[in-house]
């Protein structure tokens, strides 16, 4: 058996796993928390809901003049 990143190791020990969980969420939380933190400053907001909103605004336009060209 093979688990989604192709390794054999992870799956025939289960204790790797688990130790590899142990390692890896206490590092992940501490950025997950400056990250958390960035994006509730009113500015970092204002980027996102810029981004997100032009991303939007051009899938939109994408699917309205997709028909009308083809």
């Known amino acids: 058996m093979i688990d989604a ?18 390692l890896w969420f206490p590092a992940v939380a501490p950025l997950v928390d400056r990250l958390g933190r960035w994006l509730r400053r009113p500015r970092a ?6 981004v ?15 028909p009308l060209t083809a």
């Open 5 to 22: 990143l192709g390794s054999r190791a992870l799956v025939r020990k289960p204790s790797r796993r688990v130790a590899l969980a142990l």
């Open 45 to 50: 907001a204002r980027a996102v809901e810029a």
């Open 52 to 66: 997100t909103g032009t991303a939007l605004g051009a899938l939109g336009a994408v699917l309205l003049l997709g």
